[in-house]
């Protein structure tokens, strides 16, 4: 797999293609963090090399986790390429 998520103190970082070919593993990663309840974490984009319409799946279920235990949440480094998709389905205050 071209791709990884890891959570490393309070941010979730991602790294590589968030894809078809790799967004359901990220999510079954993703799935086995443990997370504080109330907990403020950042979702760290920097190592994203290529992006599709996948991609926002993970980020909505990333968001469902994360809102599940209350915690709040920040987007950083963003693709422009991600952020160019989420307009274009209408859901570009995902990242806002």
């Known amino acids: 797999m071209n ?6 103190g ?3 970082k991602l790294t590589g293609e968030l894809t078809f070919n790799t967004v359901q593993a990220l999510q079954s990663i993703s799935e086995k963090f443990e997370l504080a309840a109330d907990s403020a974490i950042a979702v760290d984009f920097t190592g994203v ?3 599709d319409s996948a991609s ?3 980020c909505l279920s990333i968001e469902r986790m994360l809102s599940a235990h209350h915690c ?3 987007y950083h480094n ?19």
């Open 3 to 8: 791709a990884s998520i890891e959570f490393v």
């Open 10 to 12: 309070q941010s979730i």
């Open 56 to 58: 926002l799946a993970l």
């Open 78 to 96: 963003v693709p422009t390429a991600m952020l160019a998709i989420a307009g274009s389905v209408g859901v570009d205050d995902l990242f806002s």
């Open 72 to 74: 709040t949440y920040t």
């Open 49 to 51: 090399t290529k992006v």
